[in-house]
């Protein structure tokens, strides 16, 4: 088979890496770029020998951008700590590098957890990622905090989901909102935007009705009247911090 790398970006990771490494035992190797974990991260990452390298974090871009100066097989597959490649997703990576396509790699549908079940609508289901991708096929953009992967060419899909935990409890997601928002809006002000009061409740509102509405989240129960909810505090809270930013700066 194409040897393959499995790629995760770690950071005190303890609470789901041991099934994400798991996941990944079918890849040539397995490589850790960690930002200075603290917990039981590194043991986890050597009881599958994975190759553990060390960088400070400047964002979940130029992380991605040092990993792949780090990886030495022409095929990579990455996911975060909080996510597992199913049985499914497994067997169709190996069967599809026995004979890959002419393409750049492949899109990886991902499916989530939310409270008491995974979500399947809301817009965040199917959440199509370039995940599978040769090692100089790929392009890193995006807005922080997340980074955007894309095919610098051509690209397939291929079937099998990733199983995404993002969050263990509804402290962790509202403290994650407050930390995403800020490197959000700090990166959209260096780029020119500007917003308002009315601006951020309207783009707020937007995302509640699309979220709920135009893509069914009615249709994920409570827990997808609790997506779009914070769906709106996000948005609001990125546009309005925007206004904060521009405040601050005519102080």
């Not at 490589?31 to 974090?57: F, M, P, Q």
């Not at 291929?158 to 930390?179: A, M, T, V, W």
């Amino acid at each position: 088979m194409t040897q393959i790398t499995g790629l995760v970006l770690t950071y005190n990771g303890e609470r789901l890496l041991d099934e994400c490494l798991q996941s990944l035992s079918f890849c040539d190797e397995i490589l850790l770029i960690d930002s200075g974990s603290t917990d039981s991260t590194h043991e986890i990452g050597r009881k599958y020998n994975a190759r553990i390298v060390h960088n400070d974090w400047n964002g979940a871009i130029e992380q991605h951008k040092f990993a792949l100066t780090q990886i030495t097989t022409p095929w990579v597959v990455t996911i975060d700590q909080d996510e597992i490649i199913s049985p499914e997703l497994r067997d169709s990576i190996t069967a599809k590098l026995q004979n890959p396509d002419d393409v750049d790699g492949y899109y990886c549908p991902r499916r989530s957890w939310y409270l008491d079940r995974f979500i399947m609508h809301s817009g965040w289901y199917p959440d199509k990622l370039f995940r599978l991708y040769k090692r100089d096929g790929i392009t890193i953009g995006g807005i922080r905090p997340h980074e955007e992967l894309r095919p610098k060419n051509k690209s397939g899909e291929i079937s099998g989901d990733i199983i995404h935990y993002p969050y263990e409890n509804f402290f962790q997601h509202l403290d994650k909102i407050n930390s995403y928002t800020q490197d959000a809006a700090e990166d959209l002000y260096s780029r020119g935007k500007r917003s308002s009061l009315g601006s951020a409740l309207g783009h707020g509102f937007g995302k509640f009705f699309k979220q709920y509405i135009l893509k069914a989240g009615f249709l994920d129960g409570r827990a997808g009247f609790i997506v779009a909810l914070h769906g709106f505090f996000y948005t609001f809270q990125k546009y309005i911090r925007l206004v904060e930013l521009e405040m601050k700066d005519k102080k």
